[in-house]
């Protein structure tokens, strides 16, 4: 397995807190900032964007910064983050993959919301899913950690971002239901596993494949759709299974995989 610090070289993050005691994913924000800007747009360019050209529309001064430290602390905006990188190359190949692409990101940069993955993924589908039940997940590691009214305001920070990622459905009561995806969800999910150490068969199977909701047969699908668009490598042959990342990651970065 992949050390926790060379996983935050790839852009992942550990700890306690995380973006969404803030806000939620913002995925609409995160369309329309990347409407704008190519995958090739720097760190600065989305800055100056976000806060001197008040691309995403925010009523002050105030809000424009706050919006881009946000975005910033959830997905890196910067090429030099691997992570972002690809998921910014993937981002302009599925729309419709889009929602959960956010997710994935969201999911691996920000510890707050990763707490209650296991909850979602394992809620069967047509439950409630209630503001209450994410606050208990919340406190559950120090029950005096967090006020009630931060524990309200994250919960539904959360529960905004599945919603937005298409896992729940409804505003006041929100049920659990099966999100739109796209060969750009299983690319980025088989890369996450790749990241952390699995190769061939062991990377269709991992927490970040269980999120997908998919049977293993249209995992398959979908990377054998990925690779004859040339996305990935993907061979199956004898019961072995091998799939390549070409060009995601530098000579450099890979070697982060093995120290």
Known sequence: MTSHNNLEKFGYKFGQSGAHSAR???LAELRLLFQSTG???TRKQYQTDICDYNLLDKPTVKSRNLTYRHMLDLYGLSADIPLFRVFRTLWTLAEQGQPVLA??????????????????VNKPLGE????QDIEGLLKAPDPDRFSPASLKSFAQNINGSWTQAGFLKGKARK???TPTLAFTNVVFALFLAYLEGATGEML???SWCTLLGLTEQQLTEHAIAAAQRGIID???SGGITEVR?????TAEEEQYRYE
């Open 204 to 206: 269709f199977h991992n």
């Open 39 to 41: 995958p090739e747009a």
């Open 234 to 236: 993907f061979k199956q």
């Open 245 to 249: 990342f070409n060009d995601f990651l």
């Open 128 to 131: 409630l899913v209630s503001r």
């Open 103 to 120: 997710l994935q990101l969201a999911l691996v940069r920000d510890p707050l919301l990763r707490l209650s993955q296991d909850f979602i």
């Open 175 to 177: 049920t659990r239901v």
């Open 24 to 26: 939620s994913m913002m």
